[in-house]
């Protein structure tokens, strides 16, 4: 008889996935909640999210657009606006705390400790600044007594370092004459020029070519190998997130339904929504003839997510809970493997048997 996992009691501290004996996290995020008000009501974007990053690892977030992925990120590196929204919680960077923070000390640790790769390299980058004066002037903001001179060196080096060809001479060249590869080269220039311990790439690969989507991945980890930085990609791609994660957040209404290590959710995925994601893609080991099995509905309004799991309005199996999955919010419990954790009120035989024969089987199997 199928027996469900025993949720945490009232009180007890968030889980986070197990780390690796002896290594401190760098990044440690602790139920972690953000909220906007606005005239149509609160939004909820992030809701009690917990997990960690230890430097030389590289942690994937995924999920659809308004799963709350990004606005996690953002909280991370304090880019919220204080009047706008709310941030509960606990954000450790190297030790430090930054929530509650004042917006000068956070600003110091952001581009020296902590950076971001954002998504559209096009908008980031200023139109009427050269790419090269860009770069160094994020160098001098955290070096103040750096010359004019030291600073350009700086920042051509790094352009350099990154695989732009001849870095002096597209030192002095605009944003619009760079390609979209060579703009998001220098956008992860710019984000390394001060060697920072954290690195946030948000959907670095968006819109590039598979060539130089891969050369981008390729980059990031020989520049992880270099610095030894903890790495978070934010993305929807899952096959980004199987050549370059070591570990998986996996978010749906602003809150973690699974996670884990790369291979544990990625081929023995435990949530129903992990499912749907892994068969809405094409694989190269399944059936070429088999069709993609699309999630259907769409994601909910985080600002009147659905009761229980925010998941059942669209989850083939939310009848199979008694009722739970619409009258109780799912606890991220244990999966089984050290360190794989699942928020869903299938029994955990249930889960492995729903998927073998109604995932696996129909030619889907990562």
């Given amino acids: 008889m199928d027996s469900p996992e025993q949720p945490p009691r009232p009180g007890d501290p968030p889980v986070v996935p197990q780390q690796r004996a002896g290594e401190d996290p760098y990044l440690r995020v602790d139920d972690l909640r953000v909220r906007f008000d606005t005239a149509d009501g609160v939004v909820r974007a992030v ?189 929807h791609d899952l096959g980004v997130v199987s050549q370059v994660a070591d570990d998986v957040l996996v978010m749906y209404g602003g809150r973690a339904v699974e996670q884990g290590g790369v291979e544990q959710v990625l081929r023995r995925p435990q949530h129903p929504y992990t499912w749907g994601l892994l068969s809405s893609v094409p694989s190269l080991h399944g059936d070429a003839a088999a069709d993609l099995v699309p999630i259907p509905g769409n994601p909910p309004s985080l600002i009147n997510l659905p009761s229980g799991c925010a998941f059942h309005p669209r989850c083939r199996y939310a009848a199979r809970t008694d009722g739970r999955s619409r009258t109780e919010v799912p606890s991220l419990v244990g999966a089984g493997e050290a360190g794989h954790l699942v928020a869903c009120h299938l029994p955990a035989d249930t889960r492995a048997r729903l998927y073998r024969e109604d995932v696996a089987h129909a030619g889907v199997a990562r």
Avoid at 56 to 81: P, Y
Avoid at 144 to 153: L, Q, V
Avoid at 161 to 169: E, M
């Fill in 47 to 235: 809701d009690g999210v917990s997990f960690a990053v230890q430097r030389g690892r590289t942690l994937g977030i995924v999920g659809e657009s308004g799963s709350g992925k990004s606005v996690t990120s953002l909280a991370v590196l304090g880019l919220h606006d204080p009047k706008r929204s709310t941030i509960t919680g606990q954000i450790s960077v190297g030790g430090r705390q930054l929530v509650g923070l004042r917006e000068e000390e956070v600003r110091r640790l952001r581009g020296r400790d902590m950076a971001m790769i954002f998504q559209d390299p096009l908008s980031a980058l200023h139109p009427y600044y050269t790419v090269g004066r860009q770069i160094a002037e994020a160098y001098r903001v955290h070096h103040p007594r750096a010359g004019r001179r030291a600073a350009r060196s700086r920042a051509v080096d790094m352009l350099g370092r990154v695989g732009i060809p001849q870095p002096a001479r597209r030192f002095d060249q605009y944003p619009h004459e760079f390609s979209g590869g060579m703009r998001q080269r220098a956008m992860i220039a710019m984000a390394l020029v001060n060697d920072p311990d954290l690195l946030i790439a948000d959907e670095p690969t968006t819109a590039l070519d598979v060539t130089v989507q891969a050369q981008i991945l390729d980059l990031l980890a020989d520049l992880q190998a270099e610095f030894h930085s903890a790495i978070i990609l934010i993305t």
